[in-house]
């Protein structure tokens, strides 16, 4: 009884399916309810044709099949999908069909009616195996031939669906490189016309981010270039530091590239230091939207590696320093706000933990 109203309701699912995708797919309003219609019908087909397919081999109706190396029940699931997105595909390929993601015979097929004949050898011999033959170690050629005609052309359709899947995203995929190294070149280009119209009259905090140790080579050499034709560009960066709120523009430069005299920016790391601390507890003292990332611009992991790196020189001792900025982000948070973790907590935690013997 259940086998019967499984077959009876997945084929009442695939004649909805056969009738929506009987005529293109119409313009307008018209159109969404079209395709919702034929969403509903496919994923109804797809479900019962499942459960009909689950409902067959629990009550051991393949037994006749021998296939010891992958089990009949495994077989049951590969085939049931191969003939369902078959079936589908057979049904939509009638109104909608793009020349060249899928091989033509597919199409062809589709045009001859597959989505019909294809269910037919199959559930045919699933209904003669539910009301004829109880389980058994054997079936009549009956039920053999258009069974293994209909697994057969399920596989040929699958393998044309899984070709045309795997070409298609291979292709997708060289697009979207191909996109993304387009966008890179252009933004490259951008970036060496910017710096080329740099003069040497103008600050050098405007390339400054473009120096940093993850810019693409190319613009950061060339960014890097334009700053050392400044006479007096570490003088610049240490006014920068020590004098303005560009402290992180800066980190973006010492971060990797080296200086001539690098004690002569120890005080003016720690100064900076000091500024960033006032700015996080007059931050967390007005703001109306504190949040996680909220002092994550200032740059602080850019600015460890670069002390860490290069300025790390006896008795410079930085520790007073970033002692207050940990401290300044323990300033008490309006209530609405207690649970907000600042995520650059423990970034500070960890360096003051590597060099707690300052």
């Known amino acids: 009884m259940l086998g019967n109203l499984l077959l009876l309701i997945t084929c009442l699912f695939l004649w909805g399916l056969l009738q929506v995708t009987a005529t293109p797919m119409p313009g307008g309003d018209k159109g969404v309810g079209y395709a919702f219609m034929m969403v509903i019908c496919a994923g109804g087909f797809f479900v019962l044709s499942g459960l009909l397919a689950w409902y067959m081999g ?30 589908m595909a057979m049904a939509v390929f009638r109104v909608e069909w793009h020349k060249g993601e899928f091989p033509a015979y597919l199409h062809w097929l ?27 170690d054997t079936a009549p050629l009956l039920i053999k031939i258009p069974m293994l005609a ?27 490189l191909e996109e993304y190294k387009n966008a890179e070149n252009q933004q490259q280009k951008q970036h060496l016309e910017y710096i080329a119209q740099q003069q040497l009259t103008d600050p050098i905090v405007n390339i400054l981010s473009l120096t940093g140790r993850y810019t693409d080579a190319v613009v950061r050499n060339a ?13 610049e960066l240490i006014r920068l530091l020590a004098e303005t709120e560009w402290a992180s523009e800066v980190y973006s430069f010492i971060d990797g590239n080296k200086v001539q005299n690098p004690h002569r920016f120890v005080e003016p790391l720690k100064a900076g230091m000091h500024r960033l601390a006032a700015t996080i507890r007059t931050t967390i003292k007005d703001s109306n939207n504190l949040q996680n990332w909220q002092f994550d611009h200032m740059g602080l992991d850019r600015l460890f590696r ?19 900025l940990r401290k300044a982000l323990d300033t008490p948070k309006p209530e609405r706000f207690e649970k907000v973790k600042f995520n650059v907590t423990p970034l500070i935690d960890k360096w003051l933990k590597k060099h707690s013997n300052q």
């Open 58 to 87: 629990a009550n051991h109706y393949f037994n006749w099949v021998k296939i010891a190396p992958i089990g009949v029940n495994r077989l049951i699931l590969g085939v049931w999908l191969m003939f369902a997105f078959s079936v």
């Open 110 to 136: 589709a045009l001859n009616h597959a989505a019909l004949w294809l269910p037919v050898l199959m559930f045919v011999p699933i209904a003669l195996l539910i009301n004829t033959q109880k389980p058994a």
């Open 150 to 176: 209909a697994v057969g052309c399920s596989v040929v359709m699958g393998s044309g669906l899984l070709w045309g899947y795997v070409t298609a995203s291979v292709k997708n995929q060289t697009r979207q």
């Open 223 to 235: 960014a890097i270039e334009k700053v050392k034709m400044h006479p007096n560009w570490e003088d």
């Open 306 to 324: 670069a002390i860490d790196e290069q300025f790390l020189l006896p008795n410079a001792n930085y520790r007073p320093a970033v002692l207050e």
